[in-house]
DNA sequence: ATCCATGCAAAAGATTTGCATCTTT
DNA sequence: AAAGATGCAAATCTTTTGCATGGAT
């Protein structure tokens, strides 16, 4: 019995209202590769929902955010908002030439890592977050660097 | 012949110019462990120069990253801007109980990794920052969890 | 019918820009 | 003397808050 996973029983599933503006919100982070901004989301969402308002696309995330559909961090050195779908790797590599974001794959001995770090240091990981910086594979295919 | 490292020949190795204010600001850099935010500089170079804005914090930090004198970042879910001396270690864990911001060893076995990475994904790295969320060793012995 | 989401406007917080004056080189 | 840094004020950008209205349950 496989659970349904559209936009609407993601929402349904933890306690949040159905609204045309969230699943629209919702979906459009989920179809992204691209760990967009607020401001992006709103960019695509007006195309089909032109009345929408950038605070709707704000208190979506962080309904989306509390109820863990959603993640938001910052990358690098800029300090406005990206949001993933939260089931996403979170390495992403940030092209220093084109600005392009994209996951990388986290590797099982990266988590091992962690782990072990977690035990050395004493503390504790509940989520990690690795930003590398530098050049993604096209724009080195291109010769840049 | 060891290098004369005090905060004024880093400005001047660097061709930047040497004022009372950017000393104080590279100083608090340096001296701290907190990874602070521009405001945080402000006050605290504010003790011994009551004068100065935080605009020339500003225009210092850029100065100094710029030219690779310090490094500055966003963590967690936090969006404004955490300055570190640039030699400092990059693995920062964020106590989300205590909210501390401490750096973390980064393990040379961890470098292997981001290399290895960096083959099979075929771009480059060239800077990392692991951000790592969780408890900090205090909070764990304090018991929350 | 109730509760909550929406959209507008205004506010708040962080960072940047413009500019006249002062300091460093 | 020239180039650049400083401090003030205003502008900008992103995100949050307040509130009246409309839509979802």
Redesign the interface.
Known sequence: MTEDLSIENLLRNRGLRVTPQRLAVLEVIRASREHPTAEEIYEIVRLEHPAISLNTIYKSLDAF?GSGLV????I??????RYDFATHSH?H?H??QCGRVSD??H?E??TD??R???R??????????????????D???DGF?
Do not use: K, P
Not at 71 to 74: E, K, M, N, S, V
């Open positions: 955010e993640q938001r961090f910052t690098g050195n800029r300090s406005n908002y390495v590599h092209c220093s990388w794959e590797t001995a990266m890592l962690i072990r770090t977690e050395d240091e004493g503390g504790t990981v509940e989520r990690v977050e690795i930003h590398l910086l530098g050049l993604c594979r724009c080195v295919r660097d």
